[in-house]
């Protein structure tokens, strides 16, 4: 038994943010935009929406396209970075929204991962024979997390969510097999540095804007696109 993906939702707000508008507030051009990223816009929420807005409405547009009972949904499973609050979940404000009253919602933080890993464990939720429907959904307002002063990020990151429904199946698709791995000795070079335990927010987090997104892109670049095999290899040993 395998679990498989029955049915999609999305969404992203109305507000586009152009490269010729960031342009004009950041040492930038369109052109090099485009060149070094291939992002023509994002799209921005505004700020009464928050990401469990993002969500749900994702989650909204998946009953509308599908024949979907959401009584049925056993579990939501939210992968954000920018949740609504550190405490209460995300995924409960979301199951509240959507009116999933007979799932339990959980957040996963795992940032340009979280919806792969979110899936991983949806899938092995739905292989284990305990669970027959759930929800998966990918949602983040990263403007809430951006600084529009720093060229580096401001240039990448919009707002929106996707949402997909998993079920069990016996044919020969769905997930078959999934590899994931973790670096975490390179974490500094993209994150939030304040508002969290480490360095609460301050004053002084305020005065130093460390409560908006950093990143050290070539770093990230190069991490990003190169195999992980060898340092993998290294560490059992190998050669």
């Given at each position: 038994?395998?679990?498989?993906?029955?049915?999609i939702?999305g969404f992203?707000?109305?507000?586009?943010?152009?490269?010729?508008?960031?342009s004009?507030t950041?040492?930038t051009?369109?052109?090099?935009?485009i060149?070094?990223?291939?992002?023509?816009?994002?799209?921005?929420?505004?700020?009464?929406?928050a990401t469990?807005?993002?969500?749900a409405?994702?989650?909204?547009?998946?009953?509308?396209?599908?024949?979907?009972?959401r009584?049925?949904?056993?579990?939501?499973?939210?992968a954000?970075?920018?949740?609504?609050?550190i405490?209460a979940?995300?995924?409960?404000?979301?199951?509240?929204?959507?009116?999933?009253?007979?799932?339990?919602g959980i957040?996963?933080?795992?940032?340009?991962s979280g919806?792969?890993?979110?899936?991983?464990m949806?899938?092995n939720?739905?292989?284990s024979?305990r669970?027959?429907?759930?929800?998966?959904?990918?949602a983040?307002k990263?403007?809430?997390?951006?600084d529009?002063?720093?060229?580096?990020t401001?240039?990448?990151f919009?707002d929106g969510a996707?949402?997909v429904?998993?079920e069990?199946?016996?044919?020969?698709?769905?997930?078959?097999?999934?590899?994931?791995k973790t670096?975490?000795?390179g974490?500094?070079?993209?994150a939030?540095?304040?508002?969290?335990?480490?360095n609460p927010?301050s004053?002084?987090?305020?005065l130093?804007?460390?409560?908006?997104?950093?990143?050290?892109g070539?770093?990230v670049?190069k991490?990003a696109?190169?195999?992980?095999?060898?340092s993998?290899?290294?560490c059992?040993?190998k050669?």
């Open positions: 038994m395998s679990a498989v993906i029955t049915a939702g992203v707000p109305s507000s586009i943010l152009t490269n010729k508008k960031i004009e950041v040492d051009s369109e052109e090099w935009i060149k070094r990223t291939g992002i023509k816009e994002r799209r921005i929420a505004d700020d009464d929406t469990s807005d993002l969500a409405a994702a989650i909204e547009n998946l009953f509308e396209n599908y024949n979907v009972d009584n049925e949904i056993e579990a939501l499973l939210v954000t970075a920018t949740p609504d609050h405490l979940p995300t995924a409960s404000i979301v199951c509240d929204k959507s009116g999933l009253t007979n799932a339990f957040d996963m933080n795992a940032a340009c919806f792969l890993y979110a899936l991983e949806g899938a939720m739905i292989e024979g669970y027959k429907k759930l929800i998966i959904v990918g983040d990263m403007s809430s997390i951006v529009y002063e720093d060229r580096n401001c240039i990448l919009g996707g949402a429904l998993l069990k199946t016996e044919s020969e698709y769905g997930l078959m097999k999934t590899i994931l670096d975490g000795s974490v500094s070079s993209l939030v540095p304040a508002g969290g335990s480490r927010t004053m002084q987090s305020l130093h804007r460390t409560h908006y997104l950093k990143q050290d070539a770093f670049f991490r696109v190169a195999s992980n095999e060898p993998f290899s290294r059992f040993g050669e």
